[in-house]
């Protein structure tokens, strides 16, 4: 399972909301509620999370001997590998441009 996917999915199936003041209270009260791009951001990392953690899992099952299925737990712990290297570069690239705005002149 890939982290880019479900961000992708979600952002193609949401609809198009109208602008509103990030500061208004919703219905229930709370401000700035959670959706939009922190829910899929979340979303992303739970499933980020699963993968490396399944693929742990795989990794102890193949060194206790509960599986023989060498090839099946190699290719999901690079996949793993893979996932944890993207998604720690978005974060580095995140940081840089928070970073870029805050050296701006105003």
Do not use: H
């Amino acid at each position: 399972m890939s982290t880019i996917g479900p961000i992708a999915a979600s952002a193609a199936a949401a609809p198009a909301a109208p602008a509103q003041d990030p500061t208004a209270a919703d219905s229930s009260g709370a401000t700035g509620s959670g959706g939009g791009f922190g829910k899929a951001l979340a979303n992303a990392l739970e499933s980020l999370n699963d993968d490396l953690n399944a693929a742990s899992e795989q990794a102890q099952a193949l060194a206790t001997g509960q599986t023989s299925d060498l090839t099946g737990v190699v290719m999901r712990t690079e996949q793993a590998a893979i996932e944890l290297e993207v998604a720690s570069q978005i974060r580095n690239k995140a940081v840089e441009a928070y970073q870029e705005i805050f050296r701006m002149q105003v």
